[in-house]
């Protein structure tokens, strides 16, 4: 695949695309809450990769170089909310990319769908999201963390530390959550 | 314990996000591989560009203090405030049933009794 994209081929993009775009699409949706935000920062995400794939150092960390595009993509997008929320342009956008996305009942049952630990770690600040959601969902550990968010071992461990708890107490109070009373023993 | 903790979590958040599939590949293609010349012009707006906020800030920051030190410098007492003195009180007086400045028609009133003086 990786020799296609280095060529440009478009092929070898709609590959790439077909294999990691419902994983990070959904790491950005933990990430940023919304579903529309996260389509695009995924978007932006492989045309990114498809433009800078010469700087991919090694070929059997594409997942990984493509994970840090996306957190990056979301952490930009997490910044610039208030003034895409300022123009009346890009206000606009938003208006007509609702009208074409799905009505009501669809949108119902996407948050149904939705289920309770997702609806938890939404509630999160952003910082614990972030780790939490690399950590479980992600499988990454406390180095490669640290690494791709830029942080020192003991900060990401911290973040996690705190944004375990403060999940955990969000879970406490849905009694039918396995996890709370698995780690309630730990 | 914690890798099986791990390995639940994934699982349920898998679970509950199953539904959300990536839906804009086409739109990535036509960014990337542009066909149309309208395509081909969206995808050059679009165009990412980096620049580095620090060193351009930094640029722009000593741009804007050496332009006010050089006019600081050139023009030190160009305010009224700074040069000290009182401004001028200009007066009015009333001639013919209009009003002027004093000053103004002192001035003028010379050229128009004696026109041939230019």
């Known amino acids: 695949m990786i020799p296609g994209l280095m060529q440009k081929d478009e092929e070898a993009l709609r590959r790439l695309m077909q294999v990691y775009g419902d994983e990070l699409l959904r790491t950005a949706y933990l990430l940023l809450r919304d579903r529309q935000a996260a389509e695009e920062a995924v978007q932006d995400s492989f045309i990114v990769a498809f433009e800078r794939i010469g700087q991919l150092r090694e070929e059997a960390k594409l997942k990984s170089w493509l994970i840090r595009i996306v957190v990056n993509r979301c952490r930009m997008r997490q910044r610039t909310w208030s003034f895409r929320h300022l123009f009346p342009s890009a206000q606009m956008e938003n208006w007509l990319a609702e009208e074409k996305q799905a009505g009501p009942e669809e949108e119902l049952l996407q948050q149904f769908k939705s289920g309770t630990l997702t609806q938890a770690i939404h509630q999160l600040n952003y910082i614990y999201r972030e780790v939490l959601v690399l950590h479980y969902f992600q499988e990454m550990s406390v180095a490669e963390m640290a690494e791709h968010l830029h942080l020192s071992g003991n900060t990401v461990k911290a973040r996690l530390a705190r944004g375990r708890h403060a999940l955990r107490r969000i879970l406490e109070k849905e009694e039918d959550f396995e996890w709370s009373r698995n780690s309630s023993s730990t | 314990m914690e890798q099986e903790q791990q390995f639940n979590l994934k ?44 060193p351009l800030g930094t640029a722009f920051a000593l741009l804007l203090t050496s332009t006010f030190l050089y006019h600081a410098v050139r023009h030190p007492k160009s305010g009224p405030e700074m040069s000290g003195e009182v401004p001028q009180q200009r007066e009015l007086v009333k001639s013919g049933g209009s009003i002027y400045w004093k000053d103004e028609i002192e001035r003028r009133l010379p050229h128009h009794e004696n026109p041939d003086q230019g």
């Open chain 2, 11 to 54: 699982e349920q958040l898998e679970s509950e996000l199953s539904g959300l599939r990536f839906t804009r590949e086409a739109e990535v293609i036509q960014r990337t591989h542009p066909v149309t010349f309208r395509g081909r012009l969206r995808a050059f707006w679009n165009k990412e560009l980096e620049l580095p906020v620090v």
